[in-house]
């Protein structure tokens, strides 16, 4: 996330206040781009390798990303809907990440637009339908 603050923080000359969508088309380029140039951290994150401690870290950190996706999606509405909806849209694109690496080391093009497109659609109904 810390690349996607530095390419739209608008104190850090790029004058972007993004947007919920923007954030989001943001966040997966920033995260194709990161896990593509990594090929060795594609395989310790998708717990495809490592020992349970790299494992157990992997999960925990994966835990935290609903609540934080939570309490973003705070900041733009009073009631940003049941946590439930959160952790199913992180799932997902963990799931749909994995295959697009794994199709392609570069991401899959395809499945990184559905990766867009569903966490779009997910986190509208979140947010706006919940």
Do not use: K
């Amino acid at each position: 996330m810390d690349a996607v603050v530095d390419r739209h923080d608008p104190c850090s000359g790029a004058g972007l206040l993004l947007g919920p969508q923007e954030l989001l088309a943001a966040t997966v380029e920033v995260f194709r781009d990161y896990f593509a140039a990594r090929a060795a951290l594609r395989e310790l994150w998708f717990q495809r390798r490592g020992s349970d401690m790299v494992r157990g870290f992997t999960t925990l950190t994966a835990r935290s990303y609903p609540g934080s996706l939570h309490a973003t999606a705070g900041q733009y509405v009073t009631d940003p809907g049941d946590m439930l909806n959160y952790c199913m849209v992180i799932e997902v694109s963990r799931v749909l990440w994995e295959l697009a690496f794994r199709l392609d080391p570069a991401g899959d093009p395809e499945v990184v637009q559905e990766i867009h497109l569903n966490a779009s659609a997910s986190l509208r109904r979140c947010v706006f339908e919940s």
